[in-house]
């Protein structure tokens, strides 16, 4: 398989919290990690890219000092929404790639997830 | 930049029929890969079909299908014979090929509902 996880599925945090969302590729290294928003009955709008051991690369539009993004290892990737406000709000979305598999090299594998919910 | 256009917000399809979803975009690069994603109210996204820029035969996955006009810039996907399971946000993609990372770009999605 290529199995990707995040954690946790759903988050409710009081505004000005920081949350932290984990993606896991579990079953392969993920030398590409994607990060995606999506708000209800839209389509999925990159965010940012990470390469393993490098800095993220945001998408215009995205403040990478409100979505801090690591990757500091081949199988993780977090995500940070800093002092996060309601209109943070939304279901974040992680895939990775993997330019190691031949078979899947130009396929991306998506996680589950995440609802954050900021009051 | 690429952009990914799907024309239909909404579509609906009785069960056991044939429906067919569209979807076009603009490029300038020459290879390239298409999907067609499936997200169910779970909200996992799954991956349904994909075509590689560079065959011109159509991709099949067992009741789904794909016709690539390239010169055209269009991607339909055709579901045969319809199932309930079928219902879900179902969303075109285009990946441009590097070795940097391969990044996707969506279209705006089409909500297809199976009616029985």
Redesign the interface.
Known sequence: GAVVSQHPSWVICKSGTSVKIECRSLDFQA??M?WYR?FP??????MA?S?EGSKATYEQGVEKDKFLINHASLTLSTLTVTSAHPEDSS?Y?C?A?T?LRVLT????F?G??TRLTVL | AQTVTQSQPEMSVQEAETVTLSCTYDTSENNYYLFWYKQPPSRQMILVIRQEAYKQQNATENRFSVNFQKAAKSFSLKISDSQLGDTAMYFCAFMKVNNAGNMLTFGGGTRLMVKP
């Open positions: 030398t590409t994607f999506q009955k839209q389509s999925l709008m990159l890219t390469n279901f979305i895939s790639n330019l090299v130009n396929e991306q998506f589950p997830g």
